[in-house]
């Protein structure tokens, strides 16, 4: 398994292992739920990224048969 550390202050700690009891899952599971959404919401804006980039030049990419 391979780990990360990340060092939080004692009130980001505190308030991460507040967040955590509060919905009921350890600090370490919110901790990879939390760099799991992240790197969904990344993955998705980069996908989207050449299709937003490439739509004010479509008629351009169309003509040149992109």
Known sequence: MNELIIRLSEAERAQWAD???ATGRTP??????AVRARLRAERDRVVAEPGRL???????LKRLGA
């Open 54 to 60: 490439a739509l004010p030049h479509a008629p351009l």
């Open 19 to 21: 967040l955590a009891d």
């Open 28 to 33: 370490e599971e919110f901790a990879l739920d």
